[in-house]
């Protein structure tokens, strides 16, 4: 069965992942960029800029990573490699303890942990830019050729689009680095169409005989610079879902058919929006997903469900997610400060079915913590308007329902739901009933609608007229392809 987690790669892979039970690894992890990237929701009007917040590329050095640092050096455990353990305390003369060093130890972990799932015949594909390329290239090297594996390629992965400085060369390459565990791991040769011109050549080289039998009938080899794999860059494009550091489609198919067969297990332990898995499932491969945000859960199992149908999910083992009311609780007081909006992301998107924008950032003013625009009927036409989402993991009161009220009324939504994991108080439920109810011409809705994670556990779920999903929709996949058709 397909797996998706959500949670921290680390803890997953070691604690639900066993030993060479993996074909193939990619992963196209953060880059120490120290930005934040966003998610763009698919909306209506002066709403598509809408963003939220998918993950923070900003490392920082803290107790956490004192310890994961102690961990690797120390080594008391015996998991990493002598020269891992040397090229860390040798790394940490050279740069200072801040946000790269936190970073590669981050990094050097996790990568251990798919050393140590990898099968003998599997590979390992690392996505990355020329920024950190060369460090990781140095932890690679400690732990895969340090035991008996290999370092086949260093892959350019060329592109355009974006913006041009006129400061230095325009740089339009990532970095994708291709390991291996032993010296005879699964390699499919891949090739690329001839083009046009290549043809033509053939033609008259050959003349007389049908030009294909002077060339390879599986095309040209691919080498280790690509030119034919096109960033999503056209806010148009069909591929495109709004998530940031988004990589193609074809991308990924090329690396899972290179490395891997039909029936394989393949693992992105940053899975981000999904593309690997999406490439798995449609090339026939068993797959294994994992992302510590809840957005990209959620944007996952929406693409797989848009793409291969509604049944898709029947055959996903979901790991992570809170399936209780304690869990959920065990969410909403995690201590690691990368997972400080989570439990609000999970409850607003698990409450709208995936389908509500999530607010990362209130302002000084206050506001919602998400949104989601609703159908209104003005005489037989439909418009739209706003519904909002307030999420409280702590005590509650009258006072918390009023506020909200004044939320819902100065950004001019019609409704409001509150959402929190303490029973409301017999006063926040009369003030609540005691603001009425929203009539959208299709359905009435109370203006201000208290919900318990404990009612949402049990399967309570937002239910009004919507005006599109937020997200953008994947496009579904083609009977050609061997898929169910969508729709």
Not at 227 to 236: G, N, R
Not at 309 to 338: F, H, N, Q, Y
């Amino acid at each position: 069965m397909n797996q998706l987690y959500y949670g921290d790669n680390l803890e997953i892979m070691r604690n639900e992942i066993p030993d060479k039970s993996v074909d193939l690894c990619y992963i196209d992890p953060p880059f120490n960029s120290k930005r934040d990237y966003n998610q763009i929701y698919n909306n209506i009007g002066k709403e598509d800029a809408a963003q939220s917040r998918a993950f923070v590329d900003t490392w920082t050095w803290t107790l956490r990573v004192e310890n994961e640092f102690q961990e690797i050096c120390i080594n008391d455990k015996g998991i990493f490699t002598a020269q891992t353990s040397d090229l860390i305390i040798g790394i940490a003369k050279i740069l200072p303890r801040g946000s790269l060093l936190a970073y590669i130890i981050s990094m050097t972990l996790r990568i251990n942990e798919i050393h140590r799932v990898l099968k003998s015949s599997g590979s390992f594909y690392l996505h990355c830019d020329p920024n950190v390329s060369h460090y990781l290239k140095l932890v690679l090297d400690a732990i895969f050729c340090g035991q008996g594996g290999d370092f086949r390629n260093e892959i350019i992965w060329c592109y355009s689009g974006g913006g041009v400085s006129k400061n230095w060369f325009a740089r339009k390459h990532d970095v994708i680095l291709f390991y291996v565990k032993t010296k005879s791991p699964i390699f499919n040769q891949q090739f690329r169409p001839y083009s046009e011109g290549t043809l033509k050549r053939g033609r008259t080289q050959i003349k007389g005989k049908h030009y294909e039998q002077g060339l390879r009938k599986e095309g040209t080899p691919v080498n280790d610079w690509w030119t034919d794999c096109p960033k999503i860059t056209s806010p148009t494009d069909p591929e495109k879902l709004g998530y940031p550091t988004q990589k193609p489609l074809v991308l990924l198919e090329r690396i899972v058919k290179a490395s891997s067969n039909e029936g394989d297990v393949v693992l992105d332990c940053f899975c981000g929006c999904g593309t690997t898995v999406s490439a798995a499932q449609k090339l026939n491969r068993k797959w294994i997903g994992i992302d510590i945000t809840y957005q990209s859960i959620s944007l996952i199992k929406k693409r797989l469900t848009e793409t291969y149908g509604k049944d898709i999910m029947k055959s996903v083992k979901i790991g992570g997610i809170p399936k209780d009311l304690e869990s959920a609780k065990a969410l909403a007081t995690k201590e690691d400060d990368r997972l400080r909006k989570e439990f609000e992301k999970w409850a607003i998107l698990t409450y709208s079915e995936n389908k509500a924008m999530v607010n990362d950032k209130k302002g000084k003013d206050g506001g919602s913590d998400g949104k989601i625009r609703v159908a209104e009927n003005h005489d037989g036409k439909s418009v739209y308007r706003d519904l909002l989402f307030e999420v409280k993991s702590g005590g509650v009161g009258v006072k918390d329902i009023r506020n909200f009220a004044r939320v819902v009324e100065r950004e001019n939504a019609v409704a409001g739901v509150f959402i929190t994991l303490l029973e409301p108080t017999k006063d926040m439920k009369q003030e609540a009933a005691s603001m009425g109810d929203y009539d959208s011409g299709y359905m009435k809705f109370p203006k201000i609608k208290i919900v318990t994670i404990a009612e949402m556990m049990a399967g309570e779920r937002l239910n009004v007229p919507l005006a599109i999903d937020v997200v953008k929709t994947a496009k579904a996949s083609s009977v050609e392809d061997g898929q169910l058709e969508i729709e």
